[in-house]
């Protein structure tokens, strides 16, 4: 239960403290601002606080949006300001500073909301309210203007209306939101949560899986019916946390990791549905997984990497916002990087129309196609712009980038070389190594390109991740490793070799989404024991490596199913039980409202 405390001569005919009630509050009222310090203290220290004055008009909505927002410890509108437990001691000095001001006569108990406000001394939340109104009328004539602008705006049309995200792709905008934030305010009025409307859509989305996996045309067909029910319900879910502001860390971490985990297990039921058809696809299957990491970890990096850089700006850019200027081309572009939403239309489709060989062949080239065109429009960007990248940004890379203990070996060791230089050669490692599991198979000479690809890889994280083009670096890795598990199962030619090499690169690619998950949530990398138990990413590369030249086919394919059930144990026992416990403690809510995923 959170507490209000009205302050202020009440308002007769007022609807103030219903709308309070209505929103969850427990209204107690202060006759004055030493009476509101006396309700202050009595309230426990793990509540939520507003004081609100007697006097406000405006929507409810309005009130909602500053005083029961989860993500902010303290926010204001007009008449009201609010703390959560975090900023409570903020709020009891601010009330304090008001009340000495009302006992010396500078400010009158009526107005005592809007002096705390003034005086808090901790980051306040001020929402945009648009046309919704929230005032503080100081006469009669000014209070029936204020209720006559309320009867003219409908607060629920807006309500509804801000649920959907601002920025979305074109399918997304047009073929799911104008119906789906019905749908959520349907949940939102039975009393579901964005929780359990998430987990209602990865179970649709596994169920879709399942269907494919019967690898029959009925199964086909409901399998792609089902995985577009699936992206309306993961719509929902983020319109359901707006429309009533129920945000929370762990629902971000379960919206953010389901929807990971609804798209590559729906490639697995395509591929297992494709096996029972005679056709192996799983090579195809894991190529998708690998590319849309890949693509993934270019816009994670490339974000944090200029998250707070200074001088951030660029002709490339420049262009880019007079495009945008431009309706049609913000469409255009929207859609050719296969946003979500497009994505998964496109594979429901041809899930129910053409077979899965076909499916993955359209994928591939698509988001291949959606990767060349966003990669060279950043590195444009990149080099055009002078920008100054901090110390947080160099960190979040070095994260992102995941090297493990043989790294911090090599790199106390090893001589430093020039940037320009220790890229290339990550480069060259990188491809060498991924060419030689192509061309030679199996082998001592691909374990030799390993370990050069350590020590390259080593080189490049030995000075802060400062450069230009640094932020290539963690998606060089991701494409290193996960391409040579790739070519090194393909090349087993044993059966199963690639479902367990699907099974490992899904592992571990979960740690680097939840690695970009923490830092997005100011929650910090994973703990380093973590990333020192699992390898890093130059070490899970060189075992692997070794492993296929000592083993036989089937031997190797043993060793990606234990290995990979190993990294995901480990990866995913730490993970939940870091976001469970983060929920726990009152994390701060997160809610990202950037690129479509």
Not at 14 to 28: H, I, K, P, Q, T
Not at 361 to 382: D, E, W
Request: net charge neutral.
């Amino acid at each position: 239960m959170s507490t209000a405390i009205l302050t202020g001569q009440p308002v007769p005919g007022s609807s103030l403290e219903n709308d309070l009630r209505s929103l969850g509050f427990d209204v107690r009222v202060a006759t004055d601002a030493a009476d509101a310090e006396t309700l202050l203290a009595a309230v426990p220290a793990n509540q939520r606080v507003a004081v609100v004055d007697a006097r406000f008009v405006g929507h409810v909505h309005a009130l909602r949006l500053g005083l029961t927002d989860p993500r902010f410890d303290a926010a204001a509108i007009p008449g009201a300001v609010t703390a959560r437990p975090a900023a409570r001691p903020a709020l009891t000095r601010a009330l304090r500073t008001a009340s000495e001001d009302a006992s010396n006569g500078s400010v009158v108990v009526g107005i005592l909301a809007e002096r705390i406000a003034d005086v808090l001394d901790t980051d306040l939340y001020r929402p945009e309210l648009g046309e919704l109104v929230a005032e503080v009328p100081r006469d009669p004539q000014a209070r029936n203007e204020a209720r006559q602008a309320v009867t003219v705006v409908d607060d629920e049309a807006i309500r509804l209306r801000t649920a959907v995200k601002s920025r979305d792709g074109f399918f997304t905008t047009y073929c799911i939101s104008p119906y789906s934030r019905y749908l959520a305010r349907w949940c939102a009025r039975r009393g579901f949560t964005p929780n359990q409307v998430t987990t209602a859509s990865l179970i649709t989305a596994l169920i879709a899986a399942g269907c494919a996996a019967t690898g029959t045309r009925a199964g086909f067909v409901a399998a792609g019916l089902l995985l577009l029910f699936s992206f309306v319900l993961d719509c929902t879910d983020g319109q359901l946390a707006r429309y009533s502001l129920q945000y929370s860390t762990l629902g971000a971490w379960l919206d953010a990791t389901f929807d990971r985990a609804k798209e590559y297990a729906y490639y697995a039921g395509l591929a297992l549905g494709a096996a029972r058809g005679g056709d192996d696809v799983w090579a195809l299957a894991l190529g998708a997984m690998v590319l849309q990491t890949c693509r993934h970890v270019v816009d994670f990096s490339f974000n944090e990497a200029n998250h707070d850089a200074t001088a951030n700006t660029s002709p490339t850019a420049a262009l880019s916002g007079r495009l945008d200027s431009v309706g049609w081309t913000v469409w255009v572009r929207r859609m050719i990087v296969l946003p979500i939403g497009e994505r998964w239309a496109m594979i429901a489709v041809l899930t129910a129309v053409t077979t899965p060989r076909i499916t993955f062949y359209v994928l591939l080239i698509g988001c291949a196609f959606a990767a060349t065109y966003t990669t060279a429009g950043r590195v444009l960007r990149s080099l055009t712009r002078k920008a100054q990248r901090t110390d947080r940004a160099a960190q979040a890379l070095a994260d992102l980038a995941d090297s493990g203990p043989l790294a911090e070996l090599f790199v106390r060791i090893l001589p430093r070389s020039p940037r320009v230089v220790a890229q290339l050669l990550a480069v060259a490692g990188a491809v060498v190594m991924v060419l030689a599991a192509w061309i030679d198979g199996p082998g001592w000479s691909v374990v030799v390109c390993a370990v050069v690809y350590v020590l390259v890889s080593a080189e490049v994280v030995a000075s802060p991740l400062k450069g230009a083009l640094d932020w290539l670096v963690p998606p060089l890795f991701r494409a290193a490793e996960y391409g040579t598990v790739l070519v090194l199962a393909a090349k087993a030619d044993v059966n199963g070799a690639l479902p367990a090499a699907f099974g490992l690169v899904a592992a571990v690619a979960y740690h680097h989404y939840d690695t970009v998950y923490r830092i997005r949530g100011n929650a910090g990398a994973p703990p380093h024991w973590l990333v020192r138990a699992i390898g890093g990413h130059e070490g899970r590369t060189l075992l692997v490596t070794v492993l296929a030249a000592l083993l036989t086919a089937t031997d190797f394919k043993v060793a990606l199913t234990a290995l990979a059930v190993a990294v995901a144990l480990v990866v995913l026992v730490e993970s939940i039980r870091f976001w469970v416990t983060a929920h726990k403690l009152g994390a701060p809510a997160v809610h990202d409202e950037g690129e479509p995923a």
